[in-house]
């Protein structure tokens, strides 16, 4: 799938709220549009845009359509987020040695 795609598919919150609600296991399309403030066809449409990023598969069983979370295409997001990862990380040592040489300076003045 199209890393532009997910992170569409992400960047809105009721979608995100989908896929952590889908993380327990598959759930019927009523109960899962059943766990939100929103209209059916209101989660169908985010539905569609999940499937469409490949993060959600439907599958048939009997009369209810089950939503299942397919995590695979979040790893583009998760590669991504890598380099933040070590950026802050790096910037974050860097504040930490900042502010404990500050500190020794302050004792060797008192």
């Not at 397919?70 to 070590?86: A, I, K, N």
Request: hydrophobic content about 35%; charged content about 30%; some cysteine.
């Amino acid at each position: 799938m199209e890393a532009q795609a997910v992170f569409h598919a992400v960047a809105d919150p009721t979608r995100r709220q989908i896929l952590d609600a889908l993380r327990e296991g598959g759930q019927p399309v009523g109960r899962l549009a059943g766990q939100f403030p929103i209209s059916r066809t209101a989660i169908y449409k985010h539905l569609c845009v999940l499937q469409d990023a490949g993060l959600v598969t439907e599958r048939k069983k009997g009369r209810e359509r089950i939503c299942e979370l397919t995590p695979q295409p979040l790893r583009s997001v998760d590669e991504w987020l890598t380099h933040y990862r070590q950026f802050w990380t790096a910037n974050l040592k860097r504040l930490k040695h900042y502010v404990e040489q500050e500190k020794v300076e302050q004792d060797k003045d008192k």
